[in-house]
């Protein structure tokens, strides 16, 4: 691996709350194949996040259809992203719930306890957070079904159902999955694994 390869590993680990660990590259490389679909040209790129923005069932009533959840759950993660660009640490608060889990077995039980966290993460950022390539969701049955979850220390520990949201959010090569419990009418995201 170049040089220039674990420089930019390095921005990302920082850029997420100084996670530790990375999910594969065969697996993010592959994610698109193992799900039996074709995943998104990355060379396309996403300038931002806008088109994430898309209606979602929100201003609906009842619950959420399976597909407006996944909307909303990649409208949040989007948000978050452009929180974190925006170094804007109480829009990244009111985006998490709390409890909140952070990759490496870091659950977080107090909003100043996270809001400590954000602060660390976006004072320690260098340099811009770059732009994502590729954003996929699942539902946690999907998720599942792939052979992730129960690898996933995450899962066991937020006790997500099997209609919570996992948005996949990929750059370079590299991804970060951000979990979203859905409360049937809403989204609260509970946790984000590098």
């Known amino acids: 691996m170049s040089g220039q390869g674990k420089d930019h590993r390095t921005q990302i ?35 931002t996040l806008d088109a994430l923005d898309a209606t ?46 952070l990759d490496q077995a870091t659950f977080i039980l107090s909003e100043s306890e996270l809001r400590e966290r954000y602060s660390q993460m976006v004072e320690g950022m260098d340099q811009e957070f770059p732009s994502p390539d590729s954003i996929l969701s699942y539902t946690l049955a999907e998720y599942d079904a792939l052979g992730y979850a129960e690898t996933d220390r995450i899962v066991g520990r937020l006790n997500l159902a099997p209609e919570d949201i996992v948005v996949g959010v990929f750059f370079d090569g590299e991804g970060v999955a951000f979990f979203f419990k859905n409360l049937g009418t809403s989204l609260e995201m509970v946790g984000i694994w590098d």
């Open 13 to 47: 680990i920082v850029a997420i709350i100084g996670l530790v660990g990375t999910l594969g590259v065969a697996l993010i490389g592959n994610w698109g194949n193992i799900r039996g679909v074709e995943s998104p040209d990355p060379s396309a790129g996403i300038d």
């Open 56 to 101: 979602s069932d929100r201003d609906q009533a009842g619950p959420m259809s399976e597909a407006g959840a996944k909307r909303e759950a990649e409208r949040m993660a989007g948000q978050w992203i452009e929180a974190v660009r925006a170094g804007d640490v109480e829009a990244l608060v009111r985006i998490s719930g709390v409890p909140f889990y």
